[in-house]
């Protein structure tokens, strides 16, 4: 069975950093694109950054410049790496894969979900 667990939420002031962490873990054949999606008490979940297996990653407007994904495909997991943080970064941060399992079957797998808080 696959699953992703993430670790590194927390709590740090505006202007703080905090990095995120995303471990697959199970039986499959190879993950294509990892990335991260957040929401916010009120809204919709947002997709906040991708890195497509050896291509470039991409990222919303909101957080370019400021947070910055990575991948270990050895270690089978995804990095993000928030710096500048904003009150309005405040949000559930899920990870996300999109595995191949041992069928060749493709499925989109998701994290339980860290706290981000950004507050004084």
């Known amino acids: 069975q696959v699953q992703l667990v993430e670790s590194g939420g927390g709590l740090v002031q505006p202007g703080g950093s905090l990095t995120l962490s995303c471990a697959a873990s199970?039986?499959?054949?190879?993950?294509?694109?990892m990335g991260w999606y957040r929401q916010a008490p009120g809204k919709e979940r947002e997709l906040v950054a991708a890195?497509?297996?050896?291509?470039?990653?991409s990222y919303s407007e909101s957080v370019k410049d400021r947070f910055t994904i990575s991948r270990n495909n050895a270690r089978k997991t995804v990095y993000l790496q928030m710096n500048s943080l904003k009150p309005e970064d405040t949000a559930v941060y899920f990870c996300?894969?999109?595995?191949?399992?041992?069928?060749?079957?493709?499925?989109?797998?998701w994290g339980q979900g860290t706290q981000v808080t950004v507050s004084s």
């Open positions: 890195v497509p297996d050896g291509n470039v990653p």
């Open positions: 996300y894969g999109r595995i191949r399992d041992r069928l060749w079957r493709i499925n989109d797998y």
């Open positions: 199970g039986s499959f054949l190879s993950i294509s694109s």
